[in-house]
Each structure stands twice: as C-alpha cells, then as structure tokens.
C-alpha cells in the first residue's frame, strides 16, 4: 500500500468517525448543543480536520444524515416493482412512517430541517443530492404505473407524490398523530383513489 492509499484510507476513517459523532451527539444531546466542538472531541480529531470537509455545522448535519440513506455516489433507492402498484406503495409508506417514527432517524432529520430553514445553500444541496434523486426513483415506479394502466396516464407525477407524502411529513413535523402502518396505508387508498386510471 502507497503512503498516498494509507492517507486516503486515515481520511475515509476519520470522515466516517466524524459523521458518527454527529449522529450520536444528536440523538443524545439535541441540535442546540451539538458544536463542532463537540463532534471533534467525539470523533478524536481537530476542528480544522471538520472545516476541511464541511463548513457549517448543518453540512455535517446533512452528510451525516444523507451517510444513512446512500451507498458509494449517491442515494440508493429503487422502489419494488411487484406489478401492483398499491402492494407497493403501502410497503414503502409503512417503511417511510416507521422510519419517521424512529428516534434514531427522527432527532437528526428534524436538526437537518432546523438548519434548511435557514440555511439556503444548505437547502439547495438537500434537493440535489437528496430529494431529487430520490423523487425520480419514486417517479420511476409511478410510471411503471402509468404503462400498467394501474395510474391515469395522464397524471402529475409531482403531485401524486405531494398527496402521497405531505400528510405524513406533516403529522411528524407537528407530532400531530400516531406514524402507524394504518396511517400509511390510508395514505396510499387515498391517493390511489384520486389518481387511478379512467374506467375504459
């Protein structure tokens, strides 16, 4: 191994390190309390190693939020293709509503949207590496739908996905309600009655 594979493999090791203490410094003391301070005390390794990377405290928040939903270049995500499209969509919603409802996932995504809201370059990257590519993938499965004859051929792809999801994301944002299965469930007959294909 080269001197230069050893340095890449170090910096991988503390990149990692790092985005794991911004996690656990979430889940145990809140956003407010989470400093670059203190991920660098967590993950034993200086400031300066964390401003070479990221430059605000809420681009470590995202990394390390977006480390939990990717593998190597980007968002990993295909939705299943059983050919039935509401089997489907309940499967995905009851993961979503779950892992909406999971603390571990709950307390760093909600630090995420304290720091989109006003951070706007921050927000920016958020769609590109993040809701985007993951809006397409669900697209992708609306238009399987389509072909099926299972969806109106004719249907606004943005906002199925808006009627689909919206509810939940604004029952966890306002913790106005349980994040069941039965919640997600209803969410797809709802929107599944709304958008499907005309009788012929």
């Known amino acids: ?4 594979q050893r340095s890449s493999r170090r910096s991988e090791r503390s ?3 790092i985005l794991a203490a911004t996690r656990a410094l979430i889940s145990e003391v809140g ?12 993950a034993a390794v200086g400031k300066q190693t964390i401003y070479r990377w990221w430059p605000s405290k809420g681009a470590v928040i995202f990394d390390s939020f977006l480390a939990l939903s990717t593998t190597g270049d980007g968002p990993q995500m295909e939705l299943p293709d059983t050919g039935d499209i509401e089997a489907d969509l309940k499967l995905v919603m009851r993961a979503t ?5 999971d603390p571990d996932f709950e307390r760093p995504i909600r630090a995420l949207e304290v720091e989109i809201v006003n951070d706007p370059e921050l927000a920016a990257q958020f769609r590109e590496k993040l809701a985007r590519p993951v809006d397409e993938a669900k697209k992708a499965r ?7 004859g299972q969806l109106d ?5 943005d906002l ?7 509810p939940l994301f604004q029952r966890w944002l306002h913790r106005s309600g349980p ?3 039965e919640y997600a469930d209803s969410l797809v007959d709802v929107t599944l009655r709304a958008f499907r294909a005309p009788a012929a």
């Open 1 to 4: 191994m080269t001197d230069a």
């Open 15 to 17: 990149r990692q390190a």
């Open 31 to 42: 956003y407010t309390k989470v400093s670059i301070e203190a991920i660098a005390a967590r």
């Open 97 to 101: 509503a779950a892992e909406f409802a």
């Open 142 to 148: 609306l238009r399987s739908a389509q072909r099926a």
């Open 153 to 157: 051929p004719g249907a606004d792809l």
């Open 160 to 166: 199925v996905l808006e009627v689909l999801y919206a």
């Open 179 to 181: 994040l069941t299965a």
